[in-house]
């Protein structure tokens, strides 16, 4: 017989047929193969664990209950469960095969064995059975031992980005924000952990109160270290805007082109800047290709501003216009990140731009009463960041 090597264990429970377990046993010796017989179900357990056999070969016997026999292959199934059990029953005790089976056998013969060709394949065949299983049985254990390490990688990840938003909402200014009668409010609504959406505003010496809303390409983590650059941006925007000689929003955002050229990074900002000059009663604005465009909100209309312009950081010398609009006694700005787009059931884009316009001619006009007709509440696993913005002037 030509089966390779293995170590065979024959499992005899009963002291019937004692002729066949012998021949069985004498055979497989004198093909090569290490075999050791077990007549009790606690040297069977025990030999299975000093051992680790590679087959099992377990003999059915006839009893009062047909079930007794065939009982123990499941105790053998639970500590070896990727060992191969062949099954051999008598001939005159065929209707114990099935119940064997049921249990967990692999595999049976009938005895008195005619033919030994017959038990040099089934033997052949469980062994490689037996290989393949504890192959996969290893394959799988290291499997769990990866998919274990990945889970607990992803469990870290996950708390340091969350503590990165934690940093990133600090960096956030305080919403809402009254300065006299204008009141600034904010909501971000990350895509992943980490969001690519920013919103700054803040009062110049002169009481002029600029403002902008940011949008940076990708997602995570990439994205959210820029906003930590245009917030850096910001605050020396605001302690150095005199020495600076920045004299409109375009200049503002040439500025930030710049030092974001300078930063080197891969992504790009798309970015709508606003200064708010209550005394004056004007609104100062300029567009870096930032969409949707910002909507004007007053007693006489409700409308997009201007958009347009080039995105920040990607280009040496882009141009940008400074548009001015009189401001009247009570008004509200709304803008958003184009994220909202992607939670929005209209069909085509100017449907959605008609419907967000609606909304706000309609007096829906707050962060919360938006976010709640466009169904933010309950968005989860949105495609992109999403950022509401709101300025507002009672009369």
Not at 317 to 336: G, K
């Amino acid at each position: 017989m030509n089966v390779g090597s293995g170590e065979l264990l024959i499992v005899a429970l009963s002291a019937s047929d004692q002729d066949t377990h012998k021949e069985v046993m004498n055979y497989l010796v004198d093909s090569g193969l290490r075999s050791t017989l077990v007549t009790t179900e606690e040297t069977c357990l025990t030999k299975i664990q000093d051992l680790s056999p590679d087959l099992i070969i377990y003999f059915l016997w006839n009893s009062t209950s047909l079930l007794d026999s065939s009982e123990f292959i499941q105790t053998i199934k639970t500590s070896a469960p990727d060992v191969a059990i062949i099954a051999i029953a008598q001939f005159s005790d065929t209707k114990l095969v099935q119940p064997a089976l049921v249990k967990g056998a692999d595999d049976y013969l009938i005895s008195p064995i005619a033919d030994y060709a017959l038990l040099d394949h089934i033997v052949a065949k469980n062994l490689r059975l037996s290989k393949e299983r504890s192959t996969r049985m290893i394959e799988g254990q290291k499997l769990a031992g990866l998919n274990q390490q990945l889970e607990e990688s992803l469990r870290v990840l996950e708390r340091d980005q969350r503590a990165g938003f934690e940093v990133q909402l600090a960096m956030l200014p305080k919403s809402p924000y009254k300065v006299g009668d204008v009141t600034f409010t904010h909501k971000i609504i990350p895509s992943v952990i980490l969001s690519g959406d920013f919103i700054d505003y803040f009062k110049f010496a002169d009481d002029r109160l600029l403002f902008y809303i940011a949008d940076v390409s990708g997602h995570g983590a990439s994205s959210a270290f820029v906003t930590v650059l245009l917030k850096n941006l910001s605050q020396r925007l605001s302690r150095e805007y005199e020495r600076l000689g920045l004299n409109c929003t375009a200049a503002i955002l040439e500025w930030f082109n710049q030092e974001l050229l300078s930063s080197e990074l891969a992504q790009h900002v798309t970015m709508f800047m606003g200064i708010v000059d209550v005394d004056r009663g004007v609104l100062e604005y300029s567009n870096a290709a930032h969409f949707p465009g910002t909507i004007f909100s007053s007693k006489e209309k409700t409308e997009f501003l201007e958009i347009g312009g080039l995105p920040l950081g990607l280009y040496e010398n882009p141009s940008y216009e400074t548009n001015v609009l009189e401001l009247p006694s009570q008004f509200t700005l709304v803008m958003f990140s184009d994220g909202i787009f992607d939670v929005m059931q209209q069909q085509t884009l100017k449907a959605k731009e008609d419907f967000l316009l609606g909304l706000v001619e309609d007096g829906t006009c707050t962060v919360g009463s938006l976010s709640d007709h466009l169904g933010l509440g309950v968005v989860k696993d949105a495609p992109d960041d999403i950022a509401l913005f709101t300025i507002a002037r009672a009369a």
